[in-house]
């Protein structure tokens, strides 16, 4: 059976997607441009899963809520979002969905005053990664084409974010890495302007600190910057000397 071209085009896309090295920002664009393009929503939302806390972590949105990214949290199970992620199954409602006795209404989100809701489970190979929801304001009957699309969205989607998250984490560790030995390189750094300066002035290991800090502030200059000034006058000191 030939597959239709609006279709087919989608597919293609979904491929390009996938096979990139996107950032996980920009999939989770890509999700929500995806699931526009399919359902003609009004608003969609992308949520994370959080194995540490066993929760549901809005991570992005087609209608601004700044506050809300990375902030609003739900437990496994709970609302029709949770009971998605649960179940791992689809959730098609053509409307009234928040008389939906699974649904849990958060303050924050003007979706949940719309009508219909089609949710969406996100995985990796049987592995929950999330889920994604679909907001239309007035009814809408959500087609098979539009469930099944979706549907294979997210399961498509789900390992090229589950690949873009270790990216990401990966990425986040190795400059924590960085920082973590610029800061280890920075105190030896300061260590050592400070044994000199106890030396040189008869100061204990606590005044000279204080001095290394208050000249810091006074100059506006990093204590670090001072300490390598104090260490090379000392070492060119100490070449004067050799070379007398």
């Known amino acids: 059976m030939e597959i239709p071209t609006p279709q087919l085009s989608l597919?293609?896309?979904?491929?390009?997607i996938v096979?990139?090295?996107r950032s996980l920002d920009e999939m989770l664009g890509e999700i929500i441009g995806l699931a526009v393009q399919i359902t003609g929503c009004d608003a969609c939302l992308v949520y994370l899963f959080d194995k540490e806390t066993n929760e549901i972590v809005l991570c992005a949105s087609q209608v601004p809520h700044t506050s809300e990214i990375g902030n609003l949290r739900m437990k496994v199970g709970e609302?029709?979002?949770g009971w998605v992620a649960e179940h791992k199954a689809v959730v098609s409602l053509g409307e009234n969905a928040f008389q939906d006795k699974r649904f849990k209404k958060f303050g924050a989100l003007v979706e949940d005053t719309y009508q219909a809701y089609l949710s969406v489970p996100l995985v990796a190979g049987g592995d929950l990664i999330?889920?994604?929801?679909?907001h239309h304001r007035d009814k809408h009957e959500h087609s098979s084409e539009e469930v099944s699309m979706l549907t294979f969205i997210g399961e498509q989607m789900g390992g090229a974010l589950s690949k873009a998250r270790l990216a990401d984490e990966n990425a986040r560790l190795k400059e924590e890495t960085v920082e973590m030995r610029r800061k280890l390189e920075e105190r030896k750094v300061v260590e050592r302007a400070k044994g000199i300066l106890q030396r040189r002035h008869g100061l204990t290991e606590e005044d000279a600190y204080l001095q290394l800090r208050?000249?810091?502030?006074?100059?506006?200059?990093?204590?670090?910057d001072l300490a390598d000034a104090i260490i090379f006058t000392e070492d060119l000191n100490k070449r004067n000397i050799a070379a007398e």
């Open 79 to 81: 609302g029709i979002t």
């Open 130 to 134: 999330g889920v994604i929801n679909s």
């Open 214 to 224: 208050n000249e810091s502030r006074r100059l506006r200059k990093p204590m670090k």
């Open 19 to 21: 096979a990139s090295e």
């Open 11 to 16: 597919l293609h896309r979904v491929s390009s």
